[in-house]
T-cell receptor, first 113, second 113 residues
Framework: AQSVSQHNHHVILSEAASLELGCNYS??????LFWYVQYPGQHLQLLLK????DPLVKGIKGFEAEFIKSKFSFNLRKPSVQWSDTAEYFC???????????WGAGTKLIIKP | DAGVIQSPRHEVTEMGQEVTLRCKPI?????LFWYRQTMMRGLELLIY????????DSGMPEDRFSAKMPNASFSTLKIQPSEPRDSAVYFC???????????FGPGTRLTVT
């Protein structure tokens, strides 16, 4: 069965620190990859997506992610975080052959001012 | 674009009562998803509609839950009778194509006492 693993459930950083959140998936075929963010008390919003092409994808608010096919990974990065980045981040994957979006468990990010 | 619209935003009800949650997807989107989010189980897909037809309801917890999509611009999720363990945030999401990104509504926070 397909699965998505987010290695860190909680991450605490200081402002201006660099961020990398890990995401690995288990599926051997062609996939679409997503990162969503959920700010406290709000709904999920799309941060960025990868369908094909350049494996380095840039999203909103200075976030980027790199798709490494050989490692089945799609890690999220930001060079310098801000207090307003405090949120929960979800990685999601779907196989192009079907509709179902498989979600990671989420990573809660807390930025200390 | 107004985005995905859900109502009500908050619902507090007593055990045994019927609860109806409503969703209006983004115009032109042919796929609609109902999710439930809890601290214990994270984000769970309840049901997926494509072109108003239920395609996958394997995530619906039990017969107390039912969902309909009478037309392309409206869907309901009904719980009858409600139980305290149904307390959660229920999200509706829509997409242009089930393999592409999903856009989430603001959610309905349901509390069953």
């Amino acid at each position: 069965a397909q699965s998505v693993s987010q290695h860190n459930h909680h991450v605490i950083l200081s402002e201006a620190a660099s961020l990398e959140l890990g995401c690995n998936y288990s599926y051997g075929g062609t996939v679409n990859l997503f990162w969503y963010v959920q700010y406290p008390g709000q709904h999920l919003q799309l941060l960025l997506k990868y369908f094909s092409g350049d494996p380095l994808v840039k999203g909103i608010k200075g976030f980027e992610a790199e798709f490494i096919k050989s490692k089945f990974s799609f890690n999220l990065r930001k060079p310098s975080v801000q207090w307003s980045d405090t949120a929960e981040y979800f990685c999601a994957v779907n196989a192009r052959s079907n509709y179902q979006l498989i979600w990671g468990a989420g990573t809660k990010l807390i930025i200390k001012p | 674009d107004a985005g995905v619209i859900q109502s009500p935003r908050h619902e507090v009800t007593e055990m045994g009562q019927e609860v109806t949650l409503r969703c209006k997807p983004i115009s032109g989107h042919n796929s609609l998803f109902w999710y439930r989010q809890t601290m214990m189980r994270g984000l769970e897909l309840l049901i997926y509609f494509n072109n108003n037809v239920p395609i996958d309801d394997s995530g619906m917890p039990e017969d107390r839950f039912s969902a309909k999509m009478p037309n392309a611009s409206f869907s309901t999720l009904k719980i009858q009778p409600s139980e305290p363990r149904d307390s959660a945030v229920y999200f509706c999401a829509s997409s242009f194509d089930p393999k592409y990104e999903q856009y989430f509504g603001p959610g309905t926070r349901l509390t069953v006492t």
